[in-house]
C-alpha cells in the first residue's frame, strides 16, 4: 500500500538548508536514512478568506494538477475556486513508492537501513 504525506514547503525548505534533503527528478531524497518519496507540488486549505466552501476544499490535500482541473488559480498562500478565496499552505504531496518497479530508472537505493527507514516515516508521520 502506498503512503500518501503532506510536506509544507517551509518544512521542506528547512530540510534542504540543513542538508537533511535533496530533491532531484520529482523525487525527494532523505539523505540520512537514503529513503526516497516520488513528490508532487501541492496545496493544503487550511481556511475560507472570502465566499462559501461550496466545494469542501477546507481541510484537503490537492495537487496542482488538481486545482487546474477544479478551474483555480493559486497566487502565493491563496487559491481562488470561482467566488471562493482560501487560505492554503503550499508544499508537496510525498509518496513512497510501493514497489522497485515504481520508481523512475536509475534511483535504486543500495544499502538501506531498515530502522532508519521506519525513523523516517515516523517524521513524515509527525512532522506533516
Aim: aromatic share 6%; hydrophobic share 45%; proline share 5%.
Amino acid at each position: 500500500m502506498t503512503t500518501l504525506r503532506f510536506v509544507p514547503q517551509a518544512l521542506l525548505d528547512s530540510w534542504l538548508e540543513a542538508g537533511k534533503a535533496d530533491i532531484r527528478a520529482g523525487l525527494l531524497h532523505d539523505l540520512s536514512s537514503r529513503e526516497e518519496f516520488v513528490v508532487r507540488e501541492a496545496a493544503r486549505f487550511l481556511r475560507v478568506e472570502s465566499g462559501d466552501d461550496f466545494s469542501s476544499l477546507v481541510g484537503k490535500v490537492k495537487s496542482v494538477e488538481q486545482l487546474k482541473a477544479l478551474g483555480a488559480e493559486q497566487c502565493m498562500t491563496s487559491v481562488i475556486v470561482g467566488e471562493t478565496v482560501y487560505e492554503v499552505a503550499p508544499g508537496w504531496i510525498a509518496e513512497e513508492p510501493s514497489a522497485p518497479a515504481s520508481r523512475p530508472a536509475g534511483s535504486e537505493v543500495e544499502g538501506k537501513n531498515p530502522e532508519a527507514d521506519m525513523l523516517a516515516r515516523l517524521l513524515l508521520d509527525k512532522l506533516s
